[in-house]
């Protein structure tokens, strides 16, 4: 199993320009999030989902959106890309179905500057 | 929403000391407190969790205890490695699907 995926690895953006970040699980998981990294702030939840087609906002949602119309994949929108979006992105998915396995899964990260 | 926060941010111990981390968190109904380890330009994973009917919790080397009178949890690494150099994130959930995190503890062990 490769767990989570996601690409590209490495992005560079100019001010106002739009991308996608893609995520994929092989784990059959129910739930699925991404996270923005900065230094110094920890892991903040932009969006999530509970199942395919739906999703939900986290703790920092402006300036992005996400659609999941696979249960296997969890994409991520930036429609005008800012300065401040500048971050380490990751993903990560739980299974969602079992009470005893919260375990979030996370995926390797996409490195995003906006310049 | 849950609040979390995590003291100290930096932690400097020499090798074969204990290390401890503690955090904080706001929402009292929380019952899910994880701990994940992020090594230099790696993914965050999973080391350690406890729920809110277990006081602690212990694996090999790492500990983790829990006052839910408090509302703060604490890591606890013995004898530590240089392996054990790396970045922790507490978090603390009310629901099975949603973590809040702290800001993250750098350890960094002296050789």
């Known amino acids: 199993n490769a767990g989570v995926t996601q690409t590209p690895k490495f992005r560079v953006l100019k001010t106002g320009q739009s991308m996608t970040l893609l995520c994929a699980q092989d784990m059959n998981h129910e739930y699925m999030y991404w996270y923005r990294q900065d230094p110094g702030m920890g892991l903040r939840l932009i969006h999530y989902s509970v199942g395919e087609g739906t999703t939900a906002k986290g703790e920092v949602p402006d300036g992005y959106n996400v659609s999941r119309l696979k249960k296997q994949n969890f994409l991520l929108g930036l429609e005008s890309a800012a300065p401040s979006q500048t971050s380490v992105y990751f993903c990560a998915s739980s299974s969602g179905t079992s009470e005893v396995d919260y375990e979030q899964y996370f995926g390797p990260g996409t490195r995003l500057t906006v310049t | 929403g849950e609040n979390v926060e995590q003291h100290p941010s930096t932690l400097s111990v020499q090798e074969g000391d204990s290390a401890v981390i503690k955090c904080t968190y706001s929402?009292?109904?929380?019952?899910?407190f994880p701990w994940y380890k992020q090594e230099l330009g790696k993914r965050p994973q999973l080391i350690i969790d406890i729920r809110s009917n277990v006081g602690e919790k212990k694996d090999q080397r790492i500990a983790v205890t829990l006052n839910k009178t408090a509302k703060h949890f604490s890591l606890h690494i013995t004898e530590t490695q240089p392996e054990d150099s790396a970045v922790y994130f507490c978090?603390?959930?009310?629901?099975?699907?949603?973590?809040?995190f702290g800001a993250g503890t750098t350890v960094t062990v002296r050789a």
């Open positions: 978090a603390a959930s009310i629901s099975d699907y949603k973590l809040s």
């Open positions: 929402d009292s109904a929380s019952n899910y």
